[in-house]
């Protein structure tokens, strides 16, 4: 197995991997296809795929953040279960992430991942993927460390409609166990710069970034 960059949306691998991306996610999730350039050019962006002979089996977008020294787990694919693709996956991406921290003379904080809820939203098949299914995400997220950040998320619709897509989650994944909250100009400032590509933001979110200064801390709860 082979863990690949993508820096191209001419590289064969991204075809598969949108196929990919468009048989896992809800449409709402799944950025267009041409739309897919710039990001892949840019070189804060990382989308690595799992390579087995000619198949991409599976995936991971991220990016760092070197001003607040954090990172943002975009996506996780896992396109075929017994493969431990997920380890592979998480192993490769932290093993990378701790690089760049290293570069910029630091150890990284922490990494955010927007993280479904299965108790409030029940319909997503995930392509069938047993492995992708939210109950399971969840729970190996959480065994990664990851905790929920302690207030109502929703996110602007992929499809920049002004549409807001709700039943996640924002999560943490401290690399200090012992960290118990975030501040919340941390996670406004995130959410802004993360988001700033989509011009057609949900009310919603408009509300929950303005509702979000009324705090200082923003605590992180078992997920």
């Given amino acids: 197995m082979d863990y690949i960059r993508i820096t191209s949306i001419d590289d064969p691998n991204f075809r598969k991997l949108h ?34 002979g000619d198949k ?26 017994g493969l431990s693709l997920g380890r592979f996956l998480a192993q490769n991406r932290l093993k990378d992430l701790q690089q760049l921290a290293n570069k910029n003379g630091k150890e ?3 990494m955010f991942a927007e993280i479904y809820d299965p108790y409030r939203v029940e319909h997503h098949e995930f392509g069938g993927v047993k492995v992708m299914d939210p109950y399971v995400r969840r729970e190996v997220l959480s065994h990664l460390g990851y905790k929920r950040l302690d207030f109502s998320y929703v996110h602007p619709s992929w499809e920049n409609n002004g549409e807001a897509v709700t039943g996640l989650d924002l999560c943490f994944m401290p690399l200090d166990d012992e960290l118990k909250s975030l501040p919340t ?11 700033s590509i989509l ?11 303005d509702h979000l200064g009324d705090k200082g801390e923003v605590p992180l709860l078992p997920l």
């Fill in 108 to 110: 990284l904080y922490g």
């Fill in 56 to 81: 991409v089996l599976g995936a991971t977008e991220y990016r760092y953040y070197p001003d607040w020294n954090i990172a943002m787990t975009d996506f996780t694919i896992i396109g075929k279960p």
């Fill in 199 to 209: 011009s057609n933001k949900p009310k919603e979110w408009l509300e929950m970034i």
């Fill in 185 to 195: 100009n941390l996670v406004k400032d995130f959410l802004t710069t993360y988001y």
């Fill in 19 to 52: 196929n990919l991306m468009g048989e896992i996610f809800p449409p709402e999730e799944v950025l267009a296809y041409e739309l897919w350039k710039e990001p892949l050019e840019d070189p804060s962006i990382r989308v690595f795929v799992a390579v087995d």
